[in-house]
């Protein structure tokens, strides 16, 4: 089945520092999306990208599907950031999201 | 509107015992999804139901694990004889159809003790 692998595992920041996060994926996918999880467990919906360039305030993410990779950029980062970071790709059969491992991201004041 | 709901929060029961988790997705959506999720890791998917019908459920771990979604809406996943390694979060999601944004619940928490 598909790989997803995630770096960095761990990312302490100071407040309004800037930060990149990548997810690796071994096979082709037809949806790739990037979720924070709050520290109540809630998943939120950040990105819906399989490819391409998308914005909203100070996320962006970039998904290069040819080669296999995606990048979440987190711009003058506040403490409400923290949490953990997901990227999730689809399935062959598109049945399932496959989850990587994670970036825990601590943003101290 | 409202998002995927999922009940009850937090369930605390004893080894060997039956529970059922209660998933509402977003009214309209015809996917959804139960996932697992230990402690440091990422969501695991279980079952995955289109409408009514479970499509995949390829990651159900055995068959102490049951699931349905008899009116292609609301969806129950049973667990038998609970052991204490079923303990994790239980997360559902839904989207509009295969292959679109996944949208998750607040997840019920399991506890066998």
């Known amino acids: 089945g598909i790989q997803v692998e995630q770096s960095p595992p761990d990312l302490i920041l100071q407040e309004g520092a800037n930060s990149t996060l990548r997810c690796n994926f071994s096979?082709?996918?037809?949806?790739l999306q990037w979720f924070h999880q709050n520290p109540w467990g809630q998943l939120i919906n950040l990105f819906y990208i399989p490819s391409g360039t998308k914005q909203n305030g100070r996320l962006s993410a970039t998904t290069v599907a040819t080669e296999r990779y995606s990048l979440l950029y987190i711009s003058s980062s506040q403490t409400t950031d923290s949490g953990v970071y997901f990227c999730a790709v689809q399935n062959q059969a598109g049945t399932a999201l496959i989850f990587g491992k994670g970036t825990t991201l601590s943003v101290s004041s | 509107g409202a998002g995927v709901s999922q009940t009850p929060s937090n369930k605390v029961t004893e080894k060997g015992k039956y529970v059922e988790l209660r998933c509402d997705p977003i009214s309209g959506h015809t996917a959804l999804y139960w996932y697992r999720q230990s402690l440091g890791q990422g969501p695991e998917f279980l079952i995955y139901f289109q409408g009514t019908g479970a499509a995949d459920d390829s990651g159900l771990p055995n068959d102490r694990f049951f699931a349905v979604r008899p009116e292609g809406s609301v969806s129950t996943l049973k667990i038998q004889r609970t052991e204490r390694g079923d303990s994790a979060v239980y997360l559902c999601a839904s989207s509009l159809g295969q292959e679109e944004t996944q949208y998750f619940g607040p997840g019920t928490r399991l506890l066998v003790l």
């Open positions: 096979d082709s996918v037809n949806n």
